[in-house]
């Protein structure tokens, strides 16, 4: 006889959302339940509709058969589907996964009702006990629970199969720009409670301490009639709110209901309630217990809640009355061993390095999150937007009308609200992702208007229509990669309604979050504009074996570090696992590495978000502002650094002023500010006053920095020694370099160069190939000034060096006429090649970590140091990297502190690394490029900035470099 899960080939029929599934609800079962974890028996199949013979392998529950020992590998695409099949059809080789295991009933289950929990399963799963059909679920990203009390024995072992299709009609509706994998990637467990149980429970929280819980009771024994004297509690830290509660006998008493549905109602107001923010998560314990007529406890329900208010008024989302910066982040299940599964562990690290690094704010791209990343979420403090798990990028215009497909939209949208609803960091239900917007949408919206009235929806399919079209389901303006411009049209245009907060914006491929401080300047100042997510968290890296190609997995750990794989790994992208059908690096475009390694642009955006900013400096202080919106400053404390350029760096502790949100005062310097010493910086490094859950005490938390002084005008170089060695060629010799300096417009297109069309153009140009011819090479007196041309496809540049001895060394002055035609080129500078040793740079300049003209704000000036290995950034696909700007002067030097010293005439854009512009530019991946021992050294006139043009508006004009005539000169010592 046909399987009847399989005679209904729910792999093609999206009507068929579930079958014999449980409603969703926020009771959480976790705790007690008896965990089936662990290796399961496990056969991959070629098609659902083939037969289950032969042996047995294993696979690991939880954790998708992609990432362990099969041979359906991850494959990665953005937009485009893996296949040619349109909505709702899969193909017909459809890899299918078989999971079964044994599962011991304990004995004393006996008469309790007995619930199977999955908790993800990708894309269809049918379920069977001993042979039976027991249901059907679709929805990679929410649970699945089934009621197999009539089905298993206590006290006897069944046997539980899990059949996971990985392709089907649902899979057009996930076609979110991850990679594709199959098989079940949350814990599974098995529950039991009462018959008669809490089968839901609604918390609403108010900041003003009220108090609303409902219960739902369910007997599942299902007589309709519900037991004399049983009644509700509900306590909060262990005070009781409510007893005897009265049920609502609505249905009890209608004889068609098969099984009994009362509800419970509990209602209190807390006094002096402690309300939640992302800056203060208060929350509080709510226990909620069902009571037998003896007071014995049949069920509980522990929630962690918060008392907090969202409101959208005019165009502005209030969380408690406030106006809150949106400082967001999307951020996916991923980690680099396991594809989608992710640990409890994984995910607190995840948040808590985004509260390190200023964020507040997590949209789920593109599916509701594992539920612990709510709890989590309430606990350190972040609103989020509740994304459901709705995709259909490839064939959006087709399904979001598509009738078959309504019953999904509503019921993806419908079972996240009724398992999020109770989470204080839920601020907004996102209606999903890239799907056009249709019918199907509007239905979903209406659902959650009326279940849930007390948060706003957004959809950015629907904001398209219009920003401020009232009629359409999005209460927010939630653009994808707006131009800043757009943005500030919209709301000085006196047109604006709603919220404007970019959904996703800054792009973070590779080297990128360029015009983010300018983004942020520009949101503080314009009322309307209240933040946006940024695209998006961590690098999809997989750790990947060279040898054979194959993922590495669980057992990875310890395999990477600093951003980097192990030698014989690397992290693979798509086309890495042999697909034909990719979109390559696309998948690698987070702020973090996948090891979870912060980028520089984190600290760019750890500075934008600061909760302590210099305002002023005057004499009698400087004047500092608090940008919080709920906490004063007695969370933090700080040391002042004054750096001068003649070397010297003053310390001493800063005493924060207790202010509240808004609020500045004039503090006073722990040191008197040298007279001399010329340019002058003061930051002041903002720490944790005490520990924080997210944070030991100790922990930097921002430096927010002032120019106190202006640096001195240039000297004119005094001619000193004899004459500076030129060859023939008009190259500069000197004992340290091995490549004399010269002029160069390349760099190794970032990700932002290549998709957004600059580096094909600089290509189309030769600026990569462009070749040197000398001029001329006129010496006059102990000067020689050196003409040369360099000329490619485009044009010619002319550029002259002149080569003065100063004291100790070379002056070099330069100059470059960038024609017309070469508008826009990535940079304009010397490029010279060090003998190997100097393995240290010290500088005075912006640092520590890489920054570039469009991302310099996260980045004091001082004087720094560190090993040249240490400042390449190891971006996945090679590029340009390790960039530090507004650098004055430099050392670089080998252990006995020998080596070569240069000074700039003014701060400029420098990069000391292992690599020629050439040699990151033929990579591929991080682990293909050989180190140089020597130094490769770039002073760059101009530098351009990096922008986000991988998906996004590139950088501003003001980035840009110019035609026209570039100068600079800089001074070339042996120290
Ligand atoms: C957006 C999309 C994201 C991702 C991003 C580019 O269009 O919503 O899922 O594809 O672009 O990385
Ligand atoms: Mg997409």
Same mark, same amino acid.
């Given at each position: 006889?046909?399987?009847?899960? &399989?005679?209904?080939?729910?792999?093609?029929?999206?009507?068929?959302?579930?079958?014999?599934?449980?409603?969703?609800?926020?009771?959480?079962?976790?705790?007690?339940?008896?965990?089936?974890?662990?290796?399961?028996?496990?056969?991959?199949?070629?098609?659902?509709?083939?037969?289950?013979?032969?042996?047995?392998?294993?696979?690991?529950?939880?954790?998708?058969?992609?990432?362990?020992?099969?041979?359906?590998?991850?494959?990665?695409?953005?937009?485009?589907?893996?296949?040619?099949?349109?909505?709702?059809?899969?193909?017909?080789?459809?890899?299918?996964?078989?999971?079964? =295991?044994?599962?011991?009933?304990?004995?004393?289950?006996?008469?309790?009702?007995?619930?199977?929990?999955?908790?993800?399963?990708?894309?269809?799963?049918?379920?069977?006990?001993?042979?039976?059909?027991?249901?059907?679920?679709?929805?990679?990203?929410?649970?699945?629970?089934?009621?197999?009390?009539?089905?298993?024995?206590?006290?006897?072992?069944?046997?539980?199969?899990?059949?996971?299709?990985?392709?089907?009609?649902?899979?057009?509706?996930?076609?979110?720009?991850?990679?594709?994998?199959?098989?079940?990637?949350?814990?599974?467990?098995?529950?039991?409670?009462?018959?008669?149980?809490?089968?839901?429970?609604?918390?609403?929280?108010?900041?003003?301490?009220?108090?609303?819980?409902?219960?739902?009771?369910?007997?599942?024994?299902?007589?309709?009639?519900?037991?004399?004297?049983?009644?509700?509690?509900?306590?909060?830290?262990?005070?009781?709110?409510?007893?005897?509660?009265?049920?609502?006998?609505?249905?009890?008493?209608?004889?068609?209901?098969?099984?009994?549905?009362?509800?419970?109602?509990?209602?209190?107001?807390?006094?002096?309630?402690?309300?939640?923010?992302?800056?203060?998560?208060?929350?509080?314990?709510?226990?909620?217990?069902?009571?037998?007529?003896?007071?014995?406890?049949?069920?509980?329900?522990?929630?962690?809640?918060?008392?907090?208010?969202?409101?959208?008024?005019?165009?502005?989302?209030?969380?408690?009355?406030?106006?809150?910066?949106?400082?967001?982040?999307?951020?996916?299940?991923?980690?680099?061993?396991?594809?989608?599964?992710?640990?409890?562990?994984?995910? =607190?690290?995840?948040?808590?390095?985004?509260?390190?690094?200023?964020?507040?704010?997590?949209?789920?791209?593109?599916?509701?999150?594992?539920?612990?990343?709510?709890?989590?979420?309430?606990?350190?403090?972040?609103?989020?937007?509740?994304?459901?798990?709705?995709?259909?990028?490839?064939?959006?215009?087709?399904?979001?009308?598509?009738?078959?497909?309504?019953?999904?939209?509503?019921?993806?949208?419908?079972?996240?609200?009724?398992?999020?609803?109770?989470?204080?960091?839920?601020?907004?239900?996102?209606?999903?992702?890239?799907?056009?917007?249709?019918?199907?949408?509007?239905?979903?919206?209406?659902?959650?208007?009326?279940?849930?009235?007390?948060?706003?929806?957004?959809?950015?399919?629907?904001?398209?229509?219009?920003?401020?079209?009232?009629?359409?389901?999005?209460?927010?303006?939630?653009?994808?990669?707006?131009?800043?411009?757009?943005?500030?049209?919209?709301?000085?245009?006196?047109?604006?309604?709603?919220?404007?907060?970019?959904?996703?914006?800054?792009?973070?491929?590779?080297?990128?979050?360029?015009?983010?401080?300018?983004?942020?300047?520009?949101?503080?100042?314009?009322?309307?504009?209240?933040?946006?997510?940024?695209?998006?968290?961590?690098?999809?890296?997989?750790?990947?074996?060279?040898?054979?190609?194959?993922?590495?997995?669980?057992?990875?750990?310890?395999?990477?570090?600093?951003?980097?794989?192990?030698?014989?790994?690397?992290?693979?992208?798509?086309?890495?696992?042999?697909?034909?059908?990719?979109?390559?690096?696309?998948?690698?475009?987070?702020?973090?590495?996948?090891?979870?390694?912060?980028?520089?642009?984190?600290?760019?955006?750890?500075?934008?978000?600061?909760?302590?900013?210099?305002?002023?400096?005057?004499?009698?202080?400087?004047?500092?502002?608090?940008?919080?919106?709920?906490?004063?400053?007695?969370?933090?404390?700080?040391?002042?650094?004054?750096?001068?350029?003649?070397?010297?760096?003053?310390?001493?502790?800063?005493? &924060?002023?207790?202010?509240?949100?808004?609020?500045?005062?004039?503090?006073?310097?722990?040191?008197?500010?040298?007279?001399?010493?010329?340019?002058?910086?003061?930051?002041?490094?903002?720490?944790?006053?005490?520990?924080?859950?997210?944070?030991?005490?100790?922990?930097?938390?921002?430096?927010?920095?002032?120019?106190?002084?202006?640096?001195?005008?240039?000297?004119?170089?005094?001619?000193?020694?004899?004459?500076?060695?030129?060859?023939?060629?008009?190259?500069?010799?000197?004992?340290?370099?091995?490549?004399?300096?010269?002029?160069?417009?390349?760099?190794?297109?970032?990700?932002?160069?290549?998709?957004?069309?600059?580096?094909?153009?600089?290509?189309?140009?030769?600026?990569?190939?462009?070749?040197?011819?000398?001029?001329?090479?006129?010496?006059?007196?102990?000067?020689?000034?050196?003409?040369?041309?360099?000329?490619?496809?485009?044009?010619?540049?002319?550029?002259?060096?002149?080569?003065?001895?100063?004291?100790?060394?070379?002056?070099?002055?330069?100059?470059?006429?960038?024609?017309?035609?070469?508008?826009?080129?990535?940079?304009?500078?010397?490029?010279?090649?060090?003998?190997?040793?100097?393995?240290?740079?010290?500088?005075?300049?912006?640092?520590?970590?890489?920054?570039?003209?469009?991302?310099?704000?996260?980045?004091?000036?001082?004087?720094?140091?560190?090993?040249?290995?240490?400042?390449?950034?190891?971006?996945?696909?090679?590029?340009?990297?390790?960039?530090?700007?507004?650098?004055?002067?430099?050392?670089?030097?080998?252990?006995?502190?020998?080596? &070569?010293?240069?000074?700039?005439?003014?701060?400029?854009?420098?990069?000391?690394?292992?690599?020629?512009?050439?040699?990151?530019?033929?990579?591929?991946?991080?682990?293909?490029?050989?180190?140089?021992?020597?130094?490769?050294?770039?002073?760059?006139?101009?530098?351009?900035? &990096?922008?986000?043009?991988?998906?996004?508006?590139?950088?501003?004009?003001?980035?840009?470099?110019?035609?026209?005539?570039?100068?600079?000169?800089?001074?070339?010592?042996?120290?």
């Amino acid at each position: 006889m046909t399987d009847p899960l &399989l005679a209904l080939r729910p792999w093609q029929a999206p009507e068929v959302t579930s079958w014999g599934r449980l409603p969703m609800n926020a009771v959480d079962r976790r705790s007690g339940a008896l965990s089936l974890d662990g290796d399961w028996r496990f056969r991959l199949l070629p098609t659902p509709e083939a037969t289950v013979h032969g042996t047995w392998s294993t696979a690991h529950v939880p954790g998708a058969w992609t990432m362990q020992d099969t041979d359906d590998l991850p494959q990665y695409t953005n937009v485009r589907m893996p296949y040619a099949e349109f909505p709702p059809r899969s193909p017909a080789a459809n890899p299918t996964g078989v999971y079964e =295991r044994h599962v011991d009933v304990p004995a004393d289950w006996a008469g309790r009702r007995i619930v199977l929990h999955v908790g993800a399963a990708e894309s269809v799963l049918l379920v069977h006990v001993d042979g039976r059909p027991v249901g059907i679920s679709k929805d990679s990203h929410l649970a699945a629970e089934f009621d197999l009390t009539d089905v298993v024995r206590p006290g006897e072992p069944s046997v539980v199969r899990l059949t996971v299709v990985k392709w089907s009609d649902a899979t057009h509706i996930e076609d979110q720009d991850q990679w594709w994998h199959g098989g079940i990637t949350r814990s599974v467990l098995l529950y039991t409670t009462d018959p008669l149980h809490l089968a839901d429970v609604t918390v609403r929280a108010r900041r003003d301490g009220d108090l609303r819980v409902d219960c739902l009771v369910r007997d599942a024994a299902g007589d309709g009639a519900l037991p004399e004297g049983w009644y509700v509690t509900g306590d909060l830290d262990g005070d009781l709110l409510a007893q005897d509660t009265e049920f609502d006998r609505l249905n009890a008493e209608d004889e068609r209901v098969s099984d009994f549905l009362g509800e419970v109602r509990i209602r209190a107001v807390v006094p002096g309630v402690r309300t939640w923010n992302a800056e203060q998560p208060e929350l509080y314990g709510l226990t909620v217990r069902l009571h037998r007529a003896d007071g014995t406890v049949a069920d509980s329900s522990y929630h962690r809640i918060g008392f907090r208010d969202v409101d959208i008024v005019g165009r502005d989302l209030l969380v408690n009355g406030e106006r809150v910066f949106i400082r967001g982040v999307n951020r996916h299940d991923f980690h680099p061993l396991t594809g989608r599964t992710v640990s409890y562990d994984d995910m =607190r690290a995840d948040l808590v390095l985004l509260k390190r690094f200023g964020f507040n704010a997590i949209r789920t791209s593109h599916y509701p999150n594992d539920p612990s990343l709510y709890d989590l979420a309430d606990e350190l403090g972040f609103y989020v937007v509740d994304e459901a798990d709705i995709e259909s990028h490839d064939h959006a215009h087709e399904i979001a009308d598509d009738p078959r497909y309504l019953n999904a939209f509503v019921d993806r949208v419908s079972r996240m609200v009724l398992r999020d609803r109770n989470h204080p960091s839920v601020i907004v239900w996102s209606l999903g992702n890239e799907s056009d917007y249709g019918a199907n949408h509007d239905a979903a919206a209406g659902w959650v208007r009326r279940h849930d009235p007390t948060r706003p929806i957004q959809y950015e399919g629907a904001a398209k229509r219009g920003w401020a079209d009232p009629d359409v389901a999005s209460d927010i303006a939630c653009p994808m990669y707006a131009p800043l411009e757009d943005c500030l049209a919209h709301a000085l245009s006196g047109q604006q309604t709603k919220p404007l907060i970019q959904c996703e914006y800054s792009h973070a491929m590779g080297n990128s979050n360029g015009t983010l401080a300018d983004h942020w300047a520009a949101i503080e100042s314009t009322p309307g504009l209240q933040g946006g997510f940024i695209w998006e968290f961590r690098d999809h890296g997989i750790l990947q074996r060279v040898s054979d190609g194959r993922p590495v997995g669980r057992a990875g750990a310890g395999l990477y570090g600093n951003g980097v794989a192990a030698p014989g790994h690397r992290w693979a992208y798509g086309g890495d696992f042999g697909e034909t059908v990719h979109d390559g690096a696309f998948v690698a475009d987070g702020i973090v590495f996948p090891d979870r390694t912060p980028k520089p642009a984190m600290y760019e955006h750890r500075e934008i978000a600061a909760p302590v900013r210099i305002r002023s400096f005057r004499h009698e202080g400087v004047v500092l502002a608090n940008h919080q919106h709920f906490r004063g400053l007695d969370w933090l404390t700080g040391t002042w650094e004054l750096a001068l350029a003649d070397g010297r760096t003053l310390t001493g502790p800063a005493a &924060l002023p207790d202010l509240r949100p808004g609020e500045t005062a004039a503090v006073p310097l722990p040191f008197a500010v040298p007279a001399d010493g010329g340019e002058a910086w003061l930051t002041l490094r903002v720490t944790t006053a005490e520990d924080q859950a997210w944070a030991p005490a100790g922990t930097e938390v921002c430096a927010p920095r002032i120019r106190l002084r202006a640096a001195d005008a240039p000297r004119e170089p005094v001619v000193s020694g004899p004459a500076v060695e030129v060859d023939a060629e008009g190259l500069l010799r000197h004992p340290l370099l091995t490549a004399a300096p010269t002029l160069t417009l390349w760099r190794a297109p970032t990700d932002n160069d290549e998709l957004g069309g600059m580096a094909a153009r600089w290509r189309a140009w030769g600026l990569d190939q462009m070749v040197r011819e000398v001029v001329s090479v006129r010496r006059d007196g102990e000067r020689v000034t050196v003409e040369s041309e360099h000329g490619c496809a485009l044009g010619v540049v002319r550029h002259r060096q002149q080569f003065t001895p100063v004291e100790g060394g070379v002056r070099v002055e330069e100059s470059a006429e960038l024609p017309e035609e070469f508008h826009d080129v990535a940079r304009i500078g010397s490029v010279f090649e060090t003998v190997a040793g100097l393995d240290l740079l010290e500088w005075f300049g912006q640092g520590p970590w890489e920054s570039y003209p469009d991302r310099a704000a996260g980045a004091p000036v001082g004087h720094h140091a560190l090993p040249v290995d240490d400042l390449f950034t190891p971006y996945l696909r090679p590029q340009e990297s390790g960039g530090r700007h507004g650098v004055r002067r430099f050392t670089l030097s080998s252990p006995d502190a020998t080596g &070569l010293a240069v000074e700039l005439d003014e701060p400029r854009q420098v990069s000391v690394t292992r690599y020629r512009a050439e040699d990151l530019t033929a990579a591929a991946h991080h682990d293909e490029l050989t180190p140089r021992t020597g130094c490769v050294v770039h002073i760059d006139a101009a530098h351009r900035g &990096l922008g986000t043009a991988s998906c996004g508006p590139d950088t501003f004009p003001a980035y840009l470099v110019t035609p026209g005539v570039h100068r600079w000169s800089w001074t070339l010592r042996m120290v």
